[in-house]
């Protein structure tokens, strides 16, 4: 069984995916992604090798010590995650060339985390300048050229249409609801009912119906969070969180829905409002 | 100053439409005095609804003048001739409109909880005039669930539920059979004997009957 797995940026050919070799003295261990376990059958114990050659050979024993699972990476959320990790030594030994006894000492990257992550661009353009050759770059995306903010832009855009269009359609439902209560509310005018009253109903009522339509609103995007993770996940074969409802995008959404909610309700309501007593009893 | 409740002098009430204005009422003068049972009666389109509603503070005079209790309607504000609508006119309709959502006690209730009246005290003045119309059992029934009859009975209860110096009724039993139309008229007259003033609009000459004063109308005037 010959597998490419990728190993911390090294082209690497799995070769032994069984437990063949039970008697090796102590080998080094590796740990391996639950894809590429479930591609291989791998199991914690058993005996894999590892070689860079594509013709297999010379190839490294290693000892499977544990399964894990890759950091969900929405870059790669379509690639398939057959990868290894093992120590460094290990690595080294694997992909040094033998005619080249330097090669063990070469270093093509190395990753740093700053202290302090804004100074980024200034390290960059230190290290530059202190050593001509090397190439310095941040790994963090500046976020004119994340594609995840275009993303988000476009999700800005597309709920604005929807709020907007909600709010279209629920006050045309408010105005023929208030058309059907025209005669109750001209019947609490000329009893004596104030506007004032009445709209302070209207108020509570669109408050209400507004909450309500908030509460469900987050209710059914939790509920839908939970399927359509569920169906990309397995459908890609990954651990990504697709979608997630946070505690700050639910407060927006009732920031949002409920002075929309009884803006369109008072709106509509003053449609009926506004008129004179006897206009409300006359078809 | 008068006893008059409401005095209207030299009332006309144009409406403007489409294909030209229509003169509803044509110089009325009327006053209803406290403890007054007036009955307006006349032909359908002669103008009594419309006298109706400009004495009960719904709609205004195009001319002339309107005075409830010694207050030129004209000059108050919506809101303060809600307010005299609220507490001192009680409204009987021909339909009865109640509020279908509501019970008995709850429509009594309504006018009296915006007037401010204490929660144990609008209680107590709807169980009293539950039982002042007889329908002391019928408390937490719908309109959907009581008779044509009840339901005027509850809307009479509610019309009175602020004391008001004045109820004005539209063709209080226009609905009804003959036998509960007079039972309607009985509770006029026992409203009548309480000393609120009584303006009805009718075409049930067996109602206008009872009243103290009949009127009849006739093109928008009232006959002398």
Known sequence: MVLRVTCLGVACCLLFGVNAFPDEPVLPDVLVTRQLAARAHLAVGDVVAFTTDQGGAPATRFRVAGIYEPTPDPMRFTAQRMEARMHLPDLTRMTMDSTDPASAESVDAINLRLVDPAAAQAFQLDVRTRVPGITAYPTARSPDRDPFAVLDRFHVAISIVTVLGGTAFLLALMIIRAEERREIIGLLRLVGISRRSLLAAVLLEGLFIAAIGAVFGIVLALAGQGIVNRIFQARYDTALVFVRVTPSIALRSIVFAVPLGVAAGLAASWTVLGRDVLSLFRR | ?224
Request: contains cysteine.
């Open chain 2, 1 to 224: 100053m008068t006893h008059a409740v409401v005095e209207a002098q030299g009332v006309s009430r144009v409406f403007p439409m489409p294909a030209g204005a229509v003169t509803a009422l044509r110089n009325v003068s009327l006053h209803v005095d406290r403890g007054d049972y007036v009955a307006i009666t006349g032909p359908s389109g002669c103008g009594k609804s419309t006298l109706l509603h400009l004495i009960g503070c719904v709609d205004s005079p195009s001319s002339g003048s309107i005075s409830f209790e010694n207050r030129d309607v004209a000059t108050l504000r919506e809101s303060e001739r809600s307010r005299i609508r609220l507490t001192r006119i009680g409204f009987v309709f021909q339909r009865f409109f109640l509020l279908p959502m509501l019970t008995a006690a709850e429509n009594i209730e309504l006018p009296q909880a915006e007037a401010g009246v204490p929660a144990t005290e609008r209680r107590q003045r709807t169980r009293e005039l539950l039982e002042y119309v007889d329908l002391a059992d019928r408390a937490g029934h719908l309109p959907s669930q009581l008779s044509g009859g009840e339901m005027q009975r509850v809307a009479i209860a509610r019309a009175l539920a602020n004391r008001p110096a004045l109820l004005v009724a539209d063709e209080p039993t226009g609905e009804l059979d003959d036998t509960t139309g007079n039972h309607v008229a009985d509770l006029f007259d026992r409203v009548h004997a309480d000393g609120t003033a009584i303006l009805v609009v009718t075409h049930n000459s067996a109602l206008a009957a009872r009243a103290s004063r009949r009127l009849a109308m006739k093109s928008g005037s009232l006959m002398p």
